[in-house]
């Protein structure tokens, strides 16, 4: 049952629907907030939310950016991603950044029907952090490839719901074939074989009526799927060759010799590698030329150093500028303004400039010696090029 | 420092100004908008650790200006506390001269000296 749900979206309207829908699939003691402001929600204890949705697109800042940020603070929450619109790439992106599911905004009634059906059924799971228990009326441990098999065989079209010892995840049989699968943090294919394998194949399963026929993220049939996945059983785990490091989950112990199955690829990383200036393509971005300056760079607004230029330790820069950012969202709220968009700090050696847009803050470090206000309010100006 | 800050209030263009202590007291305030003395407290405050935080990279700096759109926060920390200003237009090195000109001189009198 739902207790305590949050909405942030910039649409009042459909944030007052939606309240009313999540309303029903809790009881007299729930709660559902809605929050219209990005900058106030990221005030709010995100902790205390089992369940929250987020426009893809919200006012002055990206729905995607602020997802990876709250789930940082609430890894166990659900989180549904809403987007105007439907297609691939946005669904792709939002189960990468983490998404438990990716709605579509509903339109109609019917749709909106709809919705708090699949959102029921996400949430009627049970909870990832609850350690598995022989509960009386509770679905018993099965092979998950057998159901997979009988499923498509009867030419099924059915949701079943994932739940291994520590994950949850969908997998959405259409016309009994495998259409799509996704747990959080990964959809397709690669999450058809990694949820194959959780707690060795062997895991607790419950099917529902399909909702909602997701677009088709895995193309192969679901035989040759199936084989190979058993290939890869007999060849031991299958463990993709990336440049990702490998990890143990938190919380996870491995129990036996098959340790590999509790060890999973890390998420690749979404941002590219940081990139270092002069870089002809990024530097000519624009007419302003970039200003002298002693050091600069731009983190993203999950707090990562994206680009720099003789920055001398990246890690304490991208801290100082991540920690001066939030800082000034508090001041902002204080104030009940929007973002700031720059910021100078003058000092009797060093001055320094950030410049924010919706993506992150770019903060230059200058010799004051040296130093005019022309330069500054340049930096200000390539910044903004380089935005666009 | 009432005083002054009652005279800091004319200012043209100020929407609000706040005086906080090294401690963190509130010494003095003034607005001419909807903003609480709390809130000009945790303003404040926020700009002393945003300072403070600078000092520790070895990056110390006495003044902040901080963009809003087309208001601005603009801070000056000394060693008796930190002031600020919270004025209703975009500003440059010659607004800031011309705030301090007048500020200065007022805080002066009340034995607070800005850097």
Redesign the interface.
């Known amino acids: 049952m739902l207790h305590h749900a949050l909405i942030l979206t910039s649409h009042r309207e459909y944030a007052q629907a939606m309240r009313q829908g999540l309303l029903k699939l809790g009881d007299a003691q729930t709660r559902i907030d809605v929050e219209l402001d990005p900058l106030r929600a990221m005030q709010l204890a995100p902790q205390q939310y089992e369940l929250i949705l987020l426009d893809t697109v919200l006012d002055a800042m990206d729905g995607l950016q602020l997802l990876l940020l709250i789930k940082q603070q609430v890894p166990a929450g659900k989180f549904i991603l809403v987007s105007d619109s439907g297609d691939e790439a946005s669904r792709a992106m939002a189960y990468q950044s983490g998404a438990d599911f990716f709605l579509e905004r509903p339109r109609t009634p019917e749709a909106f029907a709809l919705a708090m059906e699949a959102i029921k059924g996400l949430f009627t799971t049970s909870r990832v952090d609850e350690p598995i228990q022989q509960d009386e009326g509770e679905a018993p441990v099965v092979r998950i490839a057998d159901i997979v098999q009988m499923r498509c065989l009867s030419g099924d079209s059915v949701l079943l719901m994932v739940r291994s010892q520590y994950q949850s995840g969908d997998i959405f049989i259409f016309r009994g074939e495998i259409y799509h699968a996704q747990y959080s943090g990964r959809s397709g294919e690669a999450a058809f074989h990694d949820m194959i394998h959780w707690d060795g194949g062997l895991v607790r399963i419950k099917a529902v009526k399909l909702t909602h026929i997701p677009p088709r993220t895995i193309e192969i049939p679901y035989r040759q799927l199936l084989e190979t996945v058993e290939k890869s059983d007999v060849h031991g785990p299958d463990i993709p060759q990336t440049d990702g490091e490998l990890y143990v989950v938190s919380g996870q112990t491995p129990p036996d010799a098959a340790v590999l199955s509790v060890m999973q690829e890390a998420p690749p990383r979404e941002d590219v590698a940081p990139t270092f200036f002069p870089n002809p393509e990024l530097s000519t971005v624009g007419d302003i030329p970039l200003p002298r300056v002693d050091s600069h760079w731009k983190v993203n607004l999950t707090g990562e150093l994206i680009e720099g230029s003789q920055v001398a330790e990246p890690e304490?820069c991208a801290f100082?500028t991540s920690?001066?950012y939030r800082?000034?969202a508090?001041?902002?709220v204080?104030?009940e303004?929007?973002?700031?968009?720059?910021?100078?700090?003058?000092?009797?050696?060093?001055?320094?400039v950030l410049v924010a847009d919706n993506m992150g803050v770019r903060h230059a470090?200058f010799d004051t010696a040296w130093t005019t206000?022309d330069q500054r309010?340049q930096y200000v100006k390539w910044c903004c090029e380089q935005s666009f | 420092m009432n005083k002054a800050f009652e005279k800091i209030a004319l200012i043209e263009g100020l929407i609000a100004a706040a005086f906080v202590s090294a401690e963190g007291k509130l010494s003095g305030w003034c607005a001419n908008s909807v903003?609480s003395p709390d809130?000009l407290r945790?303003?404040a405050e926020?700009?002393q650790?945003?300072?403070s935080?600078?000092r520790a990279?070895q990056?110390?700096?006495?003044?902040?200006?901080?963009?809003?759109?087309n208001?601005t926060?603009v801070f000056r920390e000394g060693s008796s506390g930190l002031f600020m200003a919270?004025l209703d237009s975009p500003t440059?090195?010659a607004v800031l001269e011309w705030l301090f000109s007048q500020v200065n001189p007022l805080l002066e009198a009340e034995g607070v000296k800005l850097e």
């Not at chain 2, 990056?59 to 759109?69: L, N």
Request: proline content about 3%; glycine content about 6%.
């Open positions: 304490r100082i920690f001066i800082k000034l508090d001041v902002a204080a104030l303004v929007d973002y700031f968009s720059h910021m100078t700090l003058l000092g009797p050696h060093l001055q320094q470090v206000e309010v | 903003i809130n945790f303003i926020t700009c650790v945003i300072l935080a600078n990279e990056r110390p700096a006495h003044t902040g200006i901080v963009a809003f759109g208001r926060l919270y440059n090195d």
